[in-house]
Structure formats: C-alpha cells, structure tokens
C-alpha cells in the first residue's frame, strides 16, 4: 500500500498558523488572502504562496459568513452596489426599454443577494470621475455596475478603477475594457437571418444608425455578412450604417437596392417605411435585431435584457467574493443569448 505523501495538503490549515509561519498578524494573513488594496501586491502574494504550500483551503461557508460581517460593519445603510450612468437628462436611459430591462433584472438580482443597487450620476453639472470615484468609495461601497452610454464614447478616464470591482453592461464603453456582460449579439444576428432565409428570403438589408453598429463591437454588421456568406444564394447587399440617420438617407439606400426584407435595432425603420408608403410585409419585410415593449407585432429577437441585467450582478458579486479590483488583465465576457419572436411583419414561417 502505498504511504501518504507529506505534500498533500493537511486539513483545517488555521489562519493563525499561516501567521506565525509567516511572521505577521492573523488580520495581515485575512487581507492578503482577500487581495486586499490596503496590503502591498507583494505581501499578498508572498502570504497566499505560503498558505498554498501549507495546504489551507478556505471553508466556503464561514467566507460568506464573514463576508457579510465586514459589509454590515463598512455599511451601515445596507450594502448597495452602484449603478453608473452617463446621460445628461436625469434618468435619461429609463426612455431605453433595453436599459430599464437591465436595470430592472440587475435591481432583482442585487435584491435577492441582499444588496440595494443605486444610481450614481456623472451626467451632473458638477460631477467629474474624480469626484464620483471619491463619493462611491467614501460611501464604502466595493461593486460598480457601468450602465449603456448615450453613445459609444471613452470615458471614466479619471475614474479610480483600482478601488472597486467593475462590471460593464454592453460595449458602449470603449475604454478602459472590463469585464461585460451583455446579449450575445453576433448570434442574434445570425439567428435572426435564419430564420428570414427559411421564410423565403434572399436580399436582406442592414440597415441602422452607424452608432448602433459601433455600440455593440460592430457585431450587428459581422453577423449579418457571416449569415450571408453561409446562406445559399444570399450575397450581402451594400450596408446602411450612416453617421447621420436620417428618413431621406433610409429612402435614397432602400430604392437603390430594394431588399426584400430590412433587418434593423430602434423603431425608426418601422415609422419610415410607414410613412413612405410601403406595405408590410406584402411588399417588403421588416425584422428587428432588439425587440421592445412597443414593437408589438414586429418580427425579430428578443434579447433577454432583463437576464443580461441579473448576469452582470452575478459576475460582479464573484469578483467582490474575491476581492478583485481593478481594470482586468483578461476580461470576461459574459453573454445571454436571445429568442426569435414571429411577428407579423415578415412572411410566417412553416409551423408558426
């Protein structure tokens, strides 16, 4: 029979124990296995090597138990996670059905971890990165959702990163690049034409608000060229993505290459080809990318907006537990697929 090897790691290694062979406190050993900021990177990493070559394990149970411990001690109001945003107008994202979905299922999911999600605004007059970073970590809080900009932008160049677990919601910030989550817009797309190439379609249209496009890693336009290059007899007509969106610019695109069927995000579209007379879907078919509560009867995906929201509060808890701050060296990505609703403004698919 072979005899146990004095490597394997021994059970109930004590963070006393670690302490004395480390020769420093049990509350230096605490912080440094939590990677705490206020310990030198060195020190951590020096402490978390020799509780790994001493065998400790920490016990999943008492972690959480005394993760709520400090939280109540550092916040006395409750925890709260905040939730940034960047509009101008005071809740000018609640106008955004996609962003009031993430807000409500990241709210829902804070609330049933036991956390208070709150806003904090940059849009302010008197606001700066600085002043917000400094007021969010006074407040003594470590978690920070990044809400949807207004438009794809770098910002929080100024932010102090370091002091918080960071979590972004889409790709509508440039930089610095965290950890996301989001819909897993490259399938959506894919998805979507799909199912237009099984109704019968062959000249399918992009066609949006080149902001749109570039909000999303530009996975609106890969996903549509990906589709039509896998489809049979489906070739990519010329993309409509302008910097400026406008009825005359979609009018001038649709009469010189007619699709037979326009893929979209927003309601714009709809309202244009209304208004310029066109019959849906007898004459051309129209399908969005990002359904909403409005889009009633409109064909197209809906993204799960809400479980994106609830994601994010997931992903972002994990790297609390962890105590990982910072701008990540490897993001994650995390990303929630979507479902495709048969409206009536597409012809019907066999079945539904």
Known sequence: MAKSSDKNPRKNITLKEIAEAAHVSRMTVSLALRNHPSLPAATSRRIQSLAHKMG????????????????????????????MTAYQEQRG?????????????????????????EEFRLGDADMTEERLSKIIRHRGIDGVLIAPLPQAAHLYRSFRW???????????????????????????????MEKLVQAGYRRIGLAMSGDQDERVNHNWRAGYL?????????????????????RD???????????EVVVTVGGEVHQWMLELGMKIPREVGLANVDLSDRM??????NQNSRNVGAAAVDLLTSLMRVNERGIPSVPTVLK?????????????????
């Open 296 to 301: 009633v009867g409109i064909t197209g995906i």
């Open 226 to 246: 990906a589709a039509c290059s896998i489809a049979t007899g489906v070739r990519p007509l010329t993309m409509l993505l302008p910097a400026k969106w406008t």
């Open 162 to 192: 370091d002091f918080f677990s960071c979590v972004e919601l889409g790709y509508s910030l440039l930089s610095p690049e965290l950890h996301r989550t989001c819909n897993h817009q490259f399938n959506t797309m894919m998805q979507l």
């Open 56 to 83: 400790y394990r920490p016990d999943p149970d008492i972690s959480k138990l005394m993760e709520k411990i400090r939280s109540k001690k550092l916040h006395g109001e409750g925890n709260v996670i905040a939730y």
């Open 249 to 259: 610019a979609f009018a001038r695109w649709f009469e010189r290459h007619t699709p």
């Open 93 to 117: 994202w609640w106008k955004e059905y996609t962003q009031r979905m993430y807000y409500e299922g990241a709210y829902e999911r804070a609330d049933l971890y036991g956390y208070r999600l």
């Open 336 to 352: 929630v697929q979507g479902n495709y609703v048969q409206g009536e403004t597409t012809h019907r698919l066999a079945g539904m």
